[in-house]
């Protein structure tokens, strides 16, 4: 069931930076944290980053997008930003935002989760 409203998905070059969106209208994020997945087809569900609380510190799961990856949140809006710079090809997926109350790589800890954002990165 789709909760979390994401956006700013797109199609962009090697080396450009998308933002992407996670809004929860009609409850408080303040007290969950915001877990990032991505799905490659034909692959599992990758869990990305989890960011805490608004102190903004994140774990990440996914070495190759350390120093590129940067996850926020403003919980005056109940609103989670993914920030990605310096994209790859193999960033290329579909992104989604899922909130809970601890953060876990396993998607079956959330229950609240996003539509997904489309993001492709072209040579």
């Known amino acids: 069931q789709v909760q979390l409203a994401e956006s700013g998905g797109g199609s962009v070059l090697v080396g450009e930076s998308l933002t992407l969106s996670c809004a929860a209208p009609?409850?408080?994020?303040?007290?969950?944290?915001i877990t990032w997945f991505r799905r490659v087809p034909g692959k599992q569900l990758e869990a990305v980053l989890c960011?805490?609380?608004?102190?903004?510190?994140?774990?990440f799961w996914v070495d190759s997008v350390k120093g590129r990856f940067i996850a926020s949140r403003d919980d005056s809006k109940s609103t989670a930003y993914l920030q990605m710079n310096n994209l790859l090809p193999e960033d290329t997926a579909v992104y989604y935002c899922?909130?809970?109350?601890?953060?876990?790589?396993?998607?079956?800890?959330?229950?609240?989760w996003g539509q997904g954002a489309q993001v492709t990165v072209s040579p």
């Open positions: 009609g409850f408080n994020l303040e007290r969950l944290v």
């Open positions: 899922a909130a809970g109350e601890w953060c876990s790589r396993s998607g079956s800890q959330y229950d609240r």
């Open positions: 960011i805490i609380d608004k102190s903004e510190r994140a774990t």
